[in-house]
């Protein structure tokens, strides 16, 4: 990419930045990474950045505006594939020094300096514009900026910590970073991250007006951020933030957001103090499994957004049969998402409440009445099921019964006029048994959502032994196109996710049965690293959901419902939904007794709940249930929140070592019955396929992780 011509950056020729000098003298530098649609923050853009900024320490022009040539967004971040290099390397901290230096040389230029910003701005784009004097955005839905580092175990590395609470203020700037949340324009400017918006068509006209007529900061805004920095204000509020992080994560699961409340604790007045202690910080979280696993999960989740890329779905118009929770909520969604949808059940009042909490959650996702209506007349309520003649996705999510599903395809199917897509939600039924007399079974499918579907990113996408392979693609594309991240799974009883969270769920029930209180076992899988606790879990999901998909599935996984499930539902506690499951529900809280402090938690407590998980993980692995190993801990991880920070079931064997886990499994089976044999895929063969490191020999393995 030729660099325009300007006499000060003779000699030098640049392949990411454009460079122009207009005839009042300011210098703007436009990013544009070569070969790529988006602005990662590379070695190579660091490094011709600083060459140009050390040009313009020499030249003084009257000012330098950075944007972004790239039509989409700002930046993206740091070039995260090279951060895994470094990081095998062992040279992080030189690179993040490397990036520090450059970022500190522009902050020190002797001239204004303003960063135009639309579209996304994260992570290292961030910390480019914070070592600029002022910054714009563009005033649109479609501006954010962030700091998500914290995200992939880590925490910002080029001035971030250094910067941020320095413009803003500690009690502002901590959040945004321990929560790596984005904010919009209209946020960042109220925050005072950004100076100034702009209508977008306006944007650069707009910087280069700040440029010549600097931004005051107001006073109050100054005032705060000094305040809020001082020694003793970061003395202070230091432990009141890692108490109410602490609430939120543990410091053994997740390091980085208490490495930076002590980042920012000990850091001084001088910016050089403040960059050394982060640099160091960076490189050291670099290091942990944590920050190994939270990145190996982003690029499992940028694979899975690619699934749908560049394939034309042919989808406009959505029919969900069932305005259940589910079926409504899915169609709720698909509006949302800009596609028009009918929504069919028998009568209207099945059908009304589903239209009452669509509009609940338009009117919480978007900020204007216009808005929310539009998207609210996208869904029409459709008894009479006129909506299939003209859908071309219809999308069944009536009650798990297969052969009322079945009857139900008999009255849809011909009204289909071409290559309209067949799908189903149900949550266990196999699909080779679903597709049983469907005319056109090639293009039927499963779509298999979670609760809430809001909230949920994880769809199934379910095959059966007819399937298509291009409606299996449209179906990836949709849920692309829908903002959801797919994973193509086998139509066997539970597919993937109920599959391996079945057999956490009743063994956890069954230790409830057993005399363990709920609330030991909430807090000991929480100790594991799970979102929520499986009683809690249970009443959430809802205790006939939870009987409902393990009668279907107990069989096939070799299990048995636990005493006391049925008379719970005999009894109409149904969990949250009721008010009273295994908890008693308060304003959607679960309200848990108190637990004898003197309580001795069984020792291998963790483990018996834990590891069925693991052992259904490497039979699906095993039964061929997704195409490969990283798929699965994608799969496990968004549809059950299965502990990020381990990464995943698989990789949880790998970690601890295949031969002390499998080793694990038998003692439990000795110990409590056969439930917890291992099953078929911890053969070497097999593990070997999914890229364990086994013994070449039957010798017992000398060490926990000989094999992992």
Not at 46 to 70: F, M, N, T
Not at 216 to 245: D, Y
Not at 514 to 539: S, Y
Request: contains cysteine; glycine residues 8%.
């Amino acid at each position: 990419m030729a660099t325009l011509f300007i006499p000060m950056f003779e000699g030098l020729r640049f392949n990411h930045w454009k460079t122009s000098l207009d005839d009042s003298g300011i210098v703007t530098l436009s990013l544009d990474r070569a070969g790529s649609n988006v602005n990662a923050i590379s070695r190579d853009v660091l490094d011709e950045l600083g060459q140009i900024v050390e040009r313009l320490a020499i030249e003084k022009p009257a000012g330098v505006l950075i944007h972004s040539a790239k039509p989409f967004g700002f930046a993206v971040g740091a070039d995260i594939k090279e951060f895994v290099t470094y990081a095998q390397q062992g040279t992080v901290l030189e690179n993040i020094e490397n990036g520090q230096r450059v970022y500190e040389s522009l902050a020190r230029l002797p001239c204004p300096t303003v960063a135009a910003i639309h579209g996304a701005c994260m992570g290292g784009g961030t910390e480019l514009i914070l070592a600029c004097r002022q910054r714009i955005a563009a005033d649109d839905d479609k501006t954010r900026i962030g700091l998500p580092e914290v995200m992939l175990g880590i925490h910002p590395g080029w001035g971030g910590t250094a910067r941020l609470p320095r413009l803003i203020g500690a009690t502002d700037a901590l959040p945004v970073m321990l929560t790596g949340k984005a904010l919009s324009a209209k946020r960042a400017l109220a925050l005072g991250v950004v100076d100034r918006l702009a209508p977008p068509a306006e944007l650069l006209a707009e910087a280069r007006a700040l440029l010549r007529r600097p931004h005051v900061r107001p006073f109050a805004l100054r005032a705060k951020a000094w305040a809020t920095n001082t020694w003793l204000a970061r003395q202070f509020l230091a432990p009141m933030v890692i108490k109410q992080t602490a609430a939120k994560v543990r410091k053994e699961h997740y390091p980085a957001p208490f490495a930076l409340i002590d980042v920012w604790k000990r850091g001084g007045a001088s910016i050089q103090q403040r960059l050394r202690l982060e640099a160091r910080s960076v490189a050291k979280l670099a290091e942990t499994s944590t920050a190994q696993n939270l990145i190996r999960i982003f690029f499992l989740q940028e694979r899975m957004k690619s699934q749908g890329s560049g394939i034309d779905h042919g989808i406009k118009h959505v029919h969900v049969v069932g305005a259940g929770v589910m079926g409504g909520d899915i169609a709720a969604w698909a509006a949302f998402k800009g596609f028009e949808v009918t929504l069919q059940d028998r009568e209207m009042k099945f059908i009304q409440p589903a239209l009452d909490r669509a509009r609940q959650l338009y009117e919480k996702k978007l900020k204007t009445a216009d808005k929310v209506e539009a998207t609210v007349r996208r869904l029409r309520a459709d008894v009479e099921g006129k909506g299939v003649a003209t859908a071309d996705l219809a999308i069944e999510a009536i009650y798990e019964n297969a052969d009322a599903k079945k009857a139900l395809y008999t009255t849809i199917e011909p009204q289909f006029q071409s290559n309209e897509l067949l799908a189903t939600n149900t949550s266990s039924i196999p699909l080779d048994e679903l597709r049983v007399g469907l005319k056109a079974p090639q293009r039927f499918l499963g779509l298999h959502f979670f609760n809430p579907v809001a909230q949920m990113p994880l769809v199934e996408v379910v095959r059966h032994d007819q399937l298509n392979a291009d409606a299996e693609k449209r179906a990836l594309a949709f849920c692309k196109a829908i903002g959801k991240l797919p994973v193509a799974v086998k139509g066997t009883p539970g597919f993937l996710v109920n599959r391996i969270l079945m057999p956490y769920l009743l063994e956890s029930m069954r230790l409830y049965s057993e005399g363990v209180p709920g609330p030991v076992l909430d807090k000991e899988a929480k100790k594991f690293g799970m979102p929520m606790g499986p009683i809690e879990l249970a009443d959430t999901v809802g205790l006939d959901v939870c009987a409902s998909v393990g009668k279907e599935l107990a069989p096939f996984l070799g299990l048995e419902l636990p005493p006391g499930l049925e008379d719970k539902l005999a009894a109409g506690k149904r969990g949250k939904k009721d008010g009273q499951g295994i908890y008693v529900w308060q304003d959607g809280k679960p309200q848990k007794p108190e637990v004898d402090p003197d309580y001795a938690v069984p020792a291998d407590l963790q483990d018996r709940m834990i590891l069925p998980m693991v052992n259904e993980a490497v039979a699906c692995l095993a039964d061929q249930v997704v195409d490969d190993a990283d798929l699965l801990d994608a799969g496990v991880i968004f549809g059950t929140g299965f502990a990020p920070f381990r990464g995943g079931p698989i990789q949880y064997v790998r970690s601890e070592g295949a031969t002390v886990v499998k080793g694990k499994l038998e003692r439990l089976a000795q110990r409590y019955g056969e439930r917890f044999t291992p099953k078929n895929g911890w053969d070497l063969p097999t593990l070997a396929k999914s890229g364990f490191e086994v013994p070449t020999s039957d010798a017992p393995s000398q060490g926990s992780n000989d094999d992992a």
